[in-house]
């Protein structure tokens, strides 16, 4: 079975700090993936890797940053914390070539005061 | 027009009765779909894919494709109360996964 897990269930931080959110994946994936989610907007796409040190935007990229060193792992950077940034954070792979079955981790909630 | 439309629910069913939940999307270039549960408070869970018109079945779950009419259901067979949770349909759009934003289905005990 496909293993993503996160670094944190849950975390508060407060506004102006600098927030690290880790994900690591177990089945050799190529795509890696960052969401959150909202009540009533849905899942959007923050960041997307298809290969390690590769990055592209997604819907919504302001305010976050990625990173992608390793194959296994990804992270998701919030340079400077504001309460809007207060969400559910999800992060999924996938391995089937581009556009395939996303597998998440257990999701990250984040608090910024 | 939304990229995929779910009605939002709630849908209610009884318990032991079949579950139908519906999916439009508008790329008619679109090639895979998908079927995720969510659990409130927890992740999504992908359920089914489906690639080809017509039916797949697994277990009491059933995906139903139509490219033509541009629309994929779910059926849940027997349903439980544990089915209770919002279900996501899911299309691929180029190279990424475009997320509907769920119907909320709740299994009447």
């Known amino acids: 079975d496909v293993k993503v897990t996160q670094s944190s269930r849950y975390l508060v931080k407060r506004t102006g700090e600098k927030v690290f959110l880790e994900c690591v994946q177990d089945?050799?994936?190529?795509?890696m993936f960052w969401y959150r989610q909202d009540p009533g907007l849905g899942l959007r796409l923050i960041y997307f890797?298809?290969?390690?040190?590769?990055?592209e935007k997604g819907d919504i990229p302001e305010g976050y940053s990625v990173s992608r060193e390793k194959k296994e792992r990804f992270s998701l950077i919030l340079e400077s914390a504001s309460t809007n940034q207060t969400s559910m954070y999800l992060c999924?792979?996938?391995?089937?070539?581009?556009?395939?079955?996303?597998?998440f981790g257990p999701g990250t909630r984040l608090t910024v005061l | 027009q939304k990229e995929v439309e779910q009605n939002s629910g709630p849908l209610s069913v009884p318990e032991g009765a079949i579950a139908s939940l519906n999916c439009t999307y508008s790329?008619?270039?679109?090639?895979?779909f998908f079927w995720y549960r969510q659990y409130s408070g927890k992740s999504p869970e992908l359920i089914m894919s489906?690639?080809?018109?017509g039916d797949k079945e697994d277990g009491r779950f059933t995906a139903q494709l139509n490219k033509a009419s541009q629309y994929v259901s779910l059926l849940i067979r027997d349903s439980q109360p544990s089915d209770s949770a919002t279900y996501l349909c899911?299309?691929?759009?180029?190279?990424?996964?475009?997320f509907g934003k769920g119907t909320r289905l709740h299994i009447l005990p």
């Open positions: 790329d008619r270039g679109s090639q895979s």
């Open positions: 089945m050799d994936h190529e795509n």
């Open positions: 899911a299309v691929n759009r180029d190279d990424k996964i475009i």
């Open positions: 890797s298809y290969d390690v040190k590769m990055k």
């Open positions: 489906i690639y080809s018109n």
């Open positions: 999924a792979s996938s391995g089937q070539g581009r556009g395939g079955e996303q597998f």
